[in-house]
């Protein structure tokens, strides 16, 4: 990774899935194609998103999430000790009903789950590339578990899975490992009490860079809802930020772009790289590069520019292929425009 260039840009994660792929516009969506196929062409859709985010100008590329259905469920499917036949509904986030998968007894990695995807986005580029993952926390969360009855006792164990996996994406020469952990902003307690302590599990002995994605979520309405009632200005980070400032974590991001986040919560996050979300992806709109510039000069009152990655708030995967094509030139475009005034 050129680690001389300033404002070096990057995504959360996903990105929509060609159509022939899966449905468009939906989380969770179904694959339109199986077996040998369903291989080759979720090989041809990476192809595709790393070509588009380079040719874009995005610095650090991903997969665009486009092997799994889902960031989270997709890596749990992996494991033992998780009954994916009998699903039960919970609230999620304390904010929508899903139909989750049972943890039935103790769960265990018994063998590689993301690693060949991950060594597939490796040989696709020459760009530095970040693979993402979930996060404890935000794993325990989108299960039911009937077996170890402890939040605290789950999110430890997938700490551990966890570790093992993100050592042998690392191997497989991957840039950045990001950890989902949109829970993070909810949790605030379990974050302080052993949830961190899980993150940093997960990282521990990575020398790649480790990062922490936490958000308000996709732009679906449960999310929209939710963020309706959070009031004028959104504090939650300010209960996290702190503690991951005195964590081993590497990268911390957070939503910037039309959020209600008081911009100066990142001086909370000294010493740390600074994903700062300067794309919106609750709405359609393509953001101007000047209004991406505008952000990004905002966040470089609180955090350095070689600390600073413009970013985009969220995962785009509920988003159009268009417009998240164009969501990906205005950040590289905005990004450009400021460092041309550095
Ligand atoms: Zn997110």
Redesign the pocket.
Known sequence: MDTTRRLRTTI??SLPKPSWLAEPNALWAPWRLDGAMLEEGKHDAVRLVVAEQEKAGIDIVTDGEQTRRHFVTSFIEGLDGVDFEHKEVVRIRNRYDAAVPVVVGPVARRHPIFVADAAFLRSTTRHAVKYTLPGPLTMVDTLLDKHYRSREKLAHAFAAILNAEAREIEAAGVDVIQF?E?AFNVYFDEVRDFALAALERAAEGLSCKTAV??????GIKANNDWKQTLGNEWRQYENTFPLLARSRIDQV?L?CANSHVPIDLIALLAGKDVMVGAID?ARDTVETPDEVAAVIRQALRFVPPERLYPCT???MVPLTRSVAAGKLRALAAGAALVRAEL
């Open positions: 959360a994660g989902d949109p994605h936490i958000c308000y979520g996709y991001s939503e992806v708030n969220c995962g």
